[in-house]
């Protein structure tokens, strides 16, 4: 049993020092990684083999069922490791706004737009709020709402009136 326990708190050790030190050692603990296995996976088998083997034979199986049962319980809790790491390591993230995820989007003029230049629109994309220069064919007031049409260049888009009903 106290071979089991060992392995447990080897493996917890393991993927302790991964997760929470693997970023300030920089690299030391990639001999461990590869395209197929990653440490926590590594560390989470050993573990769960060592403490499904300490648990098995605290109960009083004999010696070749334990070692079956501490192989069962780290391969599961190994490849959910590695699937958990895989998921959050190839997951989307959140991308870079671009300007032309603004266009068909609805805007407020911030700063007036004249007739024969530019005025500076607010924009929500994706959540976030961002400003960018606005050109439009007639004047529009500060205040108003309008729909961005096109992009005129990295950092100004064309802009249209948001149509109001006579009250």
Partial sequence: MTFFLVLGIAGLVLVLVSLVAGDLLDGALDALEADW?????IG???SA??????????????????????LGA???????????????????????IAISDTVGKAAKVVTAIP????????IVVGGHTVTYNA????????????NVIG???????????VWKPES
């Avoid at 780290?74 to 870079?96: C, E, H, N, Q, Y």
């Avoid at 992009?151 to 009136?161: E, G, H, L, R, Y």
């Fill in 115 to 122: 007739g024969d230049g530019y005025g500076v629109v607010r």
């Fill in 74 to 96: 780290g391969v599961v809790v190994g490849w959910f490791a590695l699937w958990l790491t895989r998921l959050l390591k190839d997951g989307p993230s959140d991308g870079t």
């Fill in 135 to 146: 050109r439009a064919n007639t004047p529009i007031e500060a205040g108003d709402e309008v």
């Fill in 49 to 70: 083999f060592g403490f499904g083997g300490a648990a098995a034979d605290a109960v009083g199986t004999p010696w070749p069922v334990s070692v079956a049962i501490a």
């Fill in 44 to 46: 989470g088998f050993v």
């Fill in 151 to 161: 992009v005129v260049s990295p950092t100004a888009v064309n802009v249209t009136a």
């Fill in 37 to 41: 296995i990653s440490s926590a996976a």
